[in-house]
């Protein structure tokens, strides 16, 4: 197992200002995710932090209004950029252990203003 | 591709019985299945890799019908620790990392005693 900590748990912010958020994970893992969960729906990947190298962007988000950095194997940061009300969401930091299971943190809940 | 999860919501007595569907109208090649309680990051149960394949996890089991693309989760005895709202998961691309993945919008159950 894996045990993932988030930071901050929440936040509020103001229109046009940024977020960075951190995952810091107990072991070295090479594969972690950044989600989004939108007020009462589902999750959505947002990109793959790769380690040493630029992350993997889904359709639909980009690196200029998500940037992440992957310093080492045991912590990524994602920064939610030039932030408007559509942003205010939950984002869920996750690894992927090598049973192929996903672990979640315990996520940043988000509300802009 | 979005998987579609049905039903929506399960409102069920304590020592009920439910199933939760997970459909898609592309190839599935694997199922995730995952619980989130209220407030609480979501939580792996199992995962389906192939045809056929069966899993249990206490009074919790599932099935993958790899030709109707289609997995099933049952709920057996359902105990009150059972509420919280279950998402089925499957990968973005064929083959691609396993933690890439499509969340269907989630089952809302609701176990009351």
């Known amino acids: 197992s894996a045990v993932i900590s988030q930071k901050p748990s929440r936040d509020i912010c103001q229109r046009g200002t940024s977020l960075t958020i951190q995952c810091q994970v107990d072991s070295q893992v090479t594969m972690m995710f950044w989600y989004r969960q939108q007020p009462g729906q589902s999750l959505t990947l947002i990109a793959t932090?790769?380690?040493?190298?630029?992350?993997?962007?889904e359709s639909g988000f980009v690196i200029d209004k998500f940037p992440i950095s992957r310093p080492n194997l045991t912590f990524s940061t994602l920064t939610v950029s030039n932030m408007s009300p559509e942003d205010s969401s939950i984002y869920l930091c996750s690894v992927q252990t090598t049973n192929e299971k996903l672990f979640f943190g315990s996520g940043t809940q988000l509300s802009v203003l | 591709q979005q998987p579609v999860q049905s039903p929506q919501a399960v409102i069920l007595r304590e020592g009920e019985d439910a199933v939760i569907n997970c459909s898609s109208s592309k190839a599935l090649y694997s199922v995730h299945w995952y619980r989130q309680k209220h407030g609480e990051a979501p939580v792996f149960l199992m995962i389906l890799l192939k045809g056929g394949e069966q899993k249990g996890h206490e009074k919790i089991s599932a099935s993958f019908n790899e030709k109707k693309q289609q997995s099933s989760l049952y709920l057996t005895a359902s105990q009150l620790s059972y509420s919280g709202t279950y998402f089925c998961g499957t990968p973005l691309v064929r083959g691609s990392t396993l933690g890439r993945l499509y969340f269907g919008r989630g089952t809302q159950l609701t176990v009351w005693p």
């Open positions: 932090a790769n380690q040493g190298s630029e992350a993997t962007y």
